[in-house]
C-alpha cells in the first residue's frame, strides 16, 4: 500500500490539501492507550488456576468475553478518540496510515494494519515530492518541518496546516492547541486538549511518480504529559519496482521483551507482516497491555504457505489472549491448521477445511474440526429473536475434553457467534482475527 503525502492546496501553499520497549512505559500515569485510557479488560480473566467447578466451555466464554471488552477499551481510548477526529484522520490519510479505531457498521477492529499489508487497488496516485530547499520550490513539495493549524481560515471542519519552521530538518510536527477542538471524552467529561502529531527521522523512497515512506517514528503528544501517548517506529521494504510492501513492521518482533520501543497508551506490540518470500508469507503480533496484573497479552502468529496467485495452500494459525505473567503463554491459546482454501474472487471470502485446539492455561479444553463452510444451524445466531434460514455458521464442530459434548461452534457460543476470534475472515480484501485486522 502506498503511504501518500497529499498534494498542496494552491489555497494553502505550504500547508495540506483539506479532504478528499521495557515495555513498562515510565508515564503509568498514559492512563490506558494515552493521556487518559480506562484500565483494560477486567472480565473474565485472572491468572489463576480455572474457577472451582468452572466447566472447559465456561472457561473459554470468560476469555472471549474478556478479549472484547479489551477490544472495546482499545477502540474508545484516548489516543483513538484523538487519531480518529476529522483533521487527524486527514491528516494521517495523506501518510496512508489506517486508523484504529472501530470499523463503521461492523466488529471493533483496534488493530488495523490495512493500509501497509494489502495491495495497492488500482492505480497510485500522483505526488509532490518532498525535499529541501531550492528542489522544494522548483517542485512546489511540501517541506519537512513543523505545522500549526491555519487560524486565519475560517474553513470547516478543519481549515488545514500552516508551515511554521523547517525544524526537524527529516520529519514532520503538527501543533495543535486547546482551542483547535482537539476533544477528548473521559471521566472527567469533554476536554479540549493541545499537543503535537509528529513524523519523526522519516525517509521516502521514489517510485515513478510517486513517494512512498519506508521509515518513520510515529508519536501523539498531549500536554502536559512529560513523554508521547503513542510511540510507534515503522519501517517498510517494498517490492522492487512498485509502490507495494513486501516487509512491514512496527517496533521490533525480535525483541519480545522490550515493551517500550513501540506502544499506543499503555498498549505495547511489535507486528511484522512480512512477504519477502511470496510463496511463505508470515504475520506476527505481540500485543501487552502492562495496566494489568498480570499483563494481558494478545498474540497472533500466521503462516501462509505456498501462497499462489494471492491464495496460500495452506496456514496455520496461533491465536492466543488473556492474562499472564509470559507474554509468549497467554490464557487462552489457539491453534489452528486451514488447508484445501479457496477465496472467491468477488466477495473474497475465505473457504478452507480446518483442525484446531483450544488450550487454557496449558490445559487442553477442547478440539476443533470442519470446514469455513456456511451451514444453517438450529440456534438464533444472528441475534433477531428467531431462528431461520438467515442463522448460518461455519461448519466447525467444537467437542469439550471434559464432558465429551461436540456442538457447531456458533451454538457453543451465541454470545460470540458473530466474532469467534480465531477463525479468519477475509472479507473486504482483508485478514481479520478477533479484534486484529491486516
Not at 138 to 154: A, C, F, N, W
Not at 234 to 250: Q, S
Request: proline residues 7%.
Amino acid at each position: 500500500m502506498t503511504a501518500h503525502l497529499p498534494i498542496p492546496d494552491r489555497a494553502h501553499p505550504t500547508g495540506f490539501a483539506h479532504p478528499a520497549r521495557s515495555r513498562r512505559h515510565p508515564a503509568t500515569l498514559l492512563i490506558a492507550l494515552g493521556a487518559c485510557l480506562a484500565v483494560l479488560i477486567t472480565a473474565g480473566c485472572g491468572d489463576d488456576d480455572d474457577e472451582p467447578n468452572q466447566s472447559n466451555q465456561e472457561a473459554l466464554n470468560s476469555e472471549l468475553a474478556g478479549l472484547q471488552d479489551f477490544a472495546l477499551e482499545v477502540a474508545t481510548s484516548t489516543p483513538a478518540q484523538v487519531v480518529s477526529q476529522p483533521q487527524v484522520e486527514q491528516l494521517f490519510g495523506s501518510f496512508g496510515l489506517v486508523l484504529p479505531v472501530p470499523r463503521s457498521g461492523s466488529q471493533l477492529v483496534p488493530l488495523d494494519f490495512d493500509a501497509f499489508t494489502r495491495p495497492t487497488p488500482g492505480g497510485a496516485r500522483k505526488t509532490a515530492l518532498i525535499g529541501s530547499g531550492k528542489v522544494l520550490a522548483e517542485l512546489g513539495g511540501i517541506p519537512y518541518g513543523t505545522y500549526e493549524r491555519d487560524v486565519t481560515s475560517k474553513t470547516t471542519p478543519f481549515p488545514g496546516w500552516v508551515f511554521q519552521t523547517g525544524t526537524p530538518a527529516d520529519g514532520f510536527i503538527f501543533h495543535f492547541s486547546e482551542d483547535d477542538d482537539f476533544i477528548i471524552r473521559d471521566g472527567l467529561g469533554e476536554r479540549h486538549i493541545s499537543g503535537e502529531i509528529r513524523f519523526l527521522q522519516t525517509v521516502f523512497a521514489i517510485v515513478g511518480p510517486d513517494l512512498v515512506m519506508t521509515s518513520t517514528t510515529w508519536e501523539l503528544g498531549v500536554d502536559p504529559l512529560p513523554v508521547p501517548v503513542i510511540h510507534i517506529p515503522f519501517a517498510g521494504v517494498l517490492v522492487k519496482g512498485t509502490t507495494d510492501y513486501a516487509r512491514v513492521e512496527f517496533g521490533d518482533v525480535d525483541q519480545p521483551s522490550n515493551l517500550t520501543n513501540c506502544y499506543f497508551g499503555t498498549l505495547a506490540f511489535d507486528f511484522l507482516h512480512d512477504e519477502t518470500d511470496p510463496a511463505d508469507i508470515a504475520t506476527t503480533l505481540l500485543a501487552v497491555d502492562t495496566t494489568q496484573n498480570p499483563d494481558y497479552v494478545l498474540l497472533l502468529d500466521l503462516d501462509q504457505l505456498n501462497v499462489t496467485k494471492g491464495t496460500p495452500e495452506e496456514m496455520t494459525v496461533r491465536f492466543g489472549c488473556g492474562q499472564s505473567n509470559d507474554p509468549s503463554n497467554p490464557a487462552l491459546d489457539v491453534t489452528t491448521h486451514f488447508t484445501d482454501i479457496v477465496v472467491d474472487p468477488k466477495t473474497q471470502e475465505l473457504f478452507a477445511n480446518m483442525t484446531g485446539t483450544i488450550e487454557h492455561r496449558n490445559r487442553t479444553i477442547a478440539t476443533l474440526a470442519g470446514s469455513l463452510t456456511e451451514v444453517r444451524v438450529d440456534a438464533d445466531v444472528n441475534g433477531d429473536g428467531k431462528i431461520t434460514a438467515d442463522d448460518t455458521c461455519v461448519d466447525i464442530d467444537i467437542t469439550f475434553t471434559d464432558s465429551g459434548e461436540t456442538q457447531n461452534i456458533c451454538v457453543a457460543f451465541l454470545s460470540q457467534a458473530q466474532s469467534l476470534p480465531f477463525l479468519p475472515d477475509g472479507s473486504s480484501g482483508s485478514f481479520r482475527f478477533g479484534p486484529i485486522a491486516f
